[in-house]
């Protein structure tokens, strides 16, 4: 059974700081790994990632994937209250979309 | 661009009774899918759909129904609602089988009471 796990499930920071989202996974054939935001509504698409050790990058958000030990980080520098969100991972394999539960991020000023 | 359109936004339905989600898109996706999200539990498959005329079981498809007669529409149909399929439902719809994102709506908060 395909199986996605997000740490830390929730995670407070302050205005400026940089965080971390980790996204563990355990799929058939594998084929790419996507992260969403999801704020009041629809989850908005981040990245896909399918290639070990390339990093995506898009203003302060960058991801990357380790096929070798299953694994994505999302990093989030010199965070802003507006990046307040639940972080959904999803991997693709032989079967549809499989979600974590998110990481719920919550920015203070 | 319309994307994905999910009505109605919000209903409550009492116990036993049923209702029908709807969920169109204009994009020719030929990929569609129906998710349910709980409180901090992510997003679970319900039923999804690879092309007209095609619908397939996803992980937690009790008590649910879907149809695919066109591209555009993929409803989605609860029968004697109980208070377990409270959740907010989410369609989406996907150009291809692989390295394409989903495309969400904006989802439906159902209330079972």
């Known amino acids: 059974e395909d199986k996605v796990v997000q740490s830390p499930l929730s995670l407070v920071v302050h205005e400026g700081d940089t965080v971390t989202l980790n996204c563990s996974y355990e799929?058939?054939?594998?084929?790419?790994l996507l992260w969403y935001k999801q704020e009041k509504k629809a989850p908005t698409f981040l990245f896909m990632l399918t290639s070990s050790g390339i990093e995506k990058k898009s203003g302060r958000l960058s991801s990357i994937l380790d096929k070798k030990e299953l694994f994505s980080i999302l990093n989030i520098t010199a965070t802003q209250t507006g990046d307040s969100a639940v972080y959904l991972c999803a991997v693709q394999g032989n079967t549809p979309l499989v979600f974590g539960k998110g990481t719920r991020l919550s920015v203070i000023a | 661009n319309a994307g994905v359109t999910q009505t109605p936004k919000f209903r409550i339905l009492k116990i036993g009774q049923s209702m029908t989600l709807q969920c169109t898109q204009d994009m020719n996706h030929n990929y569609m899918y129906w998710y349910r999200q709980d409180p901090g539990m992510g997003l679970k498959l319900i039923y999804y759909s690879v092309g007209a005329g095609i619908t397939d079981k996803g992980e937690v498809p009790n008590g649910y129904n879907v149809s695919r007669s066109t591209t555009e529409d993929f409803p989605l149909r609860l029968e004697l609602a109980a208070p377990s399929q409270t959740s907010v439902y989410f369609c989406a719809s996907k150009k291809g089988p692989t390295h394409s994102p989903l495309h969400f709506g904006n989802g439906t908060r159902l209330t079972v009471t």
């Open positions: 799929v058939t054939n594998f084929r790419s």
